[in-house]
């Protein structure tokens, strides 16, 4: 097995990231819809997205944490880039990708969309109308506000990614803190999750410098 020490001459994803948009200029879209670790990886595939983070939000009990959710939804919440994604593109991803006709059997996986402003929630208003109305049946997603945001634990951030052997432990001690706001892991992680299109995951790995050895652990996941 080879097992590269991190080293930052072999880490031109940061350089690649460097690119990406500042905090200021994005957008952020937060969603509750199942477990967060799938989301997060559907989301982080696609061109646009910026960062991606999970974490507890839509209740009230302070300083949630994974065992201690209290009243809070686990959510994804994303950065995008407002000149490459409309709030409309996160919300029919969000719709087409999770179960809203029936209620969650627990409170930690229901279906919300936590709007950022109002703008956001009378889009996510007139989105779910028009669903109902093609659908034929209700939509049972809640329409909120966004109060509080927690962050969740580190193992629950770009779970796919983490847990691809070789990979996921050697990107993760090489990026370090930086590695839940990067967006090349953000799509890897997205990638190894089935999601992307094949050209768009050539030209990622282009750009990453891997060993082989994690070169096709990634690749034998896509
Ligand atoms: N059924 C999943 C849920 C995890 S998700 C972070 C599991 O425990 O494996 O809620």
């Not at 686990?74 to 990708?97: A, H, I, M, R, S």
């Not at 962050?151 to 770009?158: G, N, P, T, V």
Request: with cysteine.
């Amino acid at each position: 097995m080879n097992r590269s020490s991190p080293d930052s001459t072999t880490a031109p994803t940061r350089e690649q990231d460097t690119r990406t948009l500042p905090a200021d200029e994005t957008r952020t879209a937060t969603f509750g819809m199942g477990c967060f670790w799938g989301p997060d990886a559907r989301f982080g595939a696609i061109e646009g997205i910026v960062r991606t983070r999970v974490g507890y939000a839509g209740g009230t009990t302070p300083n949630p944490s994974y065992h201690s959710l209290g009243d809070h939804t686990e959510v994804v919440q994303v950065e995008y880039d407002p000149d490459k994604l409309g709030y409309e593109d996160l919300l029919e991803v969000f719709w087409t990708n999770h179960d809203w006709a029936s209620t969650a059997p627990k409170r930690q996986y229901r279906s919300v969309v936590l709007a950022a402003d109002d703008d956001q929630l009378a889009a996510a208003e007139r989105f779910r109308d028009g669903l109902e109305e093609r659908a034929g049946r209700s939509v049972t997603t809640n329409l909120e506000r966004l109060e509080t945001f927690t962050r969740a634990e580190d193992y629950h951030q770009k779970y796919e990614l983490r847990s691809t052997p070789v990979v996921g432990d050697e990107l993760a001690a090489r990026y370090g803190d930086a590695f839940v706001d990067s967006t090349v892991v953000a799509r890897l992680n997205g990638f190894v999750a089935g999601h992307g299109d094949p050209s768009r995951r050539e030209a990622l790995m282009e750009g990453v410098d891997l060993t082989p050895t994690q070169r096709s652990e990634l690749q034998r996941r896509f």
